[in-house]
């Protein structure tokens, strides 16, 4: 089971995150090894899950991480973890409040990511800063207070996203059970990743299969590649080492 981080691993970076969409080539490689007896196709990521379909355009049978694992969507089945629509009803609830309360303040504004509300106050005048802080705190505290969401806090930007304890590791057993259930087999993973949200899979993975950190940071993985480069060179030469069907 070949598991892989889609941004920074799959991809190079782009200034725009809007722009990354994965190469021809290296849809090729995945594709082919999709289709290869034996061999499952993943790819995990903080990006949601539709989006991920969509940027990686396969037709194969893959599976799809998105939201850091919180929604996976499979081959045959998907999976959402069961707080994640209460959480958006309540950030939403919460997000309304703070656009009726920041309208009269020119500057301060709050983008609404669905599943995430960030206030931005960069643009807003001292007193205006102020005020739009203390309603953001006056209506986030309720929620803060009861650990249903978290604050992420930014340079000038105040991020609420729901508090649920999900990750990437906790996504890769979640696909290894179902690779379990579907084909009856005992997996082997290997997991490619380059952020830091990735070491969660790195530890669920652990002496069970291979781990490969991409980049130059320090991880507890086994194994390094550089960059997305030799990670398609990887790719590669899986696909002319392992058996056509
Ligand atoms: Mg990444």
Not at 1 to 11: K, R, S
Not at 14 to 20: G, H, L, N, R
Not at 57 to 68: F, K
Request: charge should be negative; hydrophobic fraction near 40%.
């Amino acid at each position: 089971m070949l598991l892989t981080d889609f941004d920074g691993t799959l991809c190079e970076f782009q200034t725009e995150p809007e722009a990354v969409f994965l190469s021809d080539p290296r849809r090729m490689a995945l594709a082919t090894l999709a289709r290869r007896p034996g061999l499952i196709i993943g790819v995990v990521s903080g990006r949601r899950a539709a989006d991920l379909r969509r940027r990686c355009g396969l037709d194969e049978p893959v599976y799809y991480a998105g939201l850091h694992g919180m929604e996976i969507d499979g081959p045959d089945t998907g999976f959402t973890v069961p707080q994640l629509s209460a959480r958006r009803d309540l950030l939403q609830e919460i997000a309304g409040s703070i656009t009726e309360a920041i309208s009269p303040l020119p500057g301060a504004f709050l983008e609404n990511k669905d599943l995430s509300v960030a206030l931005h106050v960069r643009a807003a005048s001292p007193p205006d800063r102020e005020q739009a802080e203390r309603a953001f705190w006056l209506l986030a505290t309720p929620a803060l207070d009861a650990g249903t969401v978290r604050l992420q806090r930014g340079e000038c930007v105040f991020e609420l996203l729901p508090d649920i304890s999900w990750n990437k590791g906790d996504a890769v057993r979640w696909i290894e059970a179902d690779v379990t259930r579907r084909l009856g087999a005992v997996v082997q993973p290997v997991y490619l990743g380059d952020d830091r949200t990735d070491e969660h899979a790195f530890e669920a993975i652990g002496q069970r299969g291979i781990t490969v950190i991409v980049g130059r940071r320090p991880s507890r993985a086994s194994r390094r590649l550089p960059d997305p480069a030799a990670v398609e060179q990887l790719l590669n030469r899986l696909v002319a080492t392992t058996k056509a069907p």
